[in-house]
């Protein structure tokens, strides 16, 4: 599942080609200015603003219509902090 759906909602009619549930594996969830890794420097540069970073966070994203995920991580991946599996998991 590509998680910006904001690249397909042109192509996809919503309600129609919505799945019934999403698996996520090493998942970026969040794109805040704390998350200063590798990944967000490489697609947001070193000063994103921020609608780009609300459009591109994942946790920020998710309501009632969100179809049930699956989070997978490993807690030996010293860059993906469990917190912010969490903090998806909790909203």
């Known amino acids: 599942m ?20 999403s698996i996520l594996v090493y998942p970026v969830i969040t794109m805040d200015y704390n998350n200063q890794t590798w990944t967000f420097k490489s697609l947001f540069g070193d000063n994103p603003n921020k609608e780009i970073i609300y459009r591109y966070s994942n946790d920020l994203n998710v309501n009632k219509d969100t179809p049930p995920t699956i989070l997978f991580i490993l807690m030996m991946i010293w860059e993906l902090h469990p917190k912010t599996v969490l903090n998806i998991i909790l909203l």
Do not use: A, H, S
């Open 2 to 21: 590509v998680t910006w759906p904001q690249v397909y909602q042109q192509k996809v009619r919503v309600g129609i080609n919505k799945p019934d549930f």
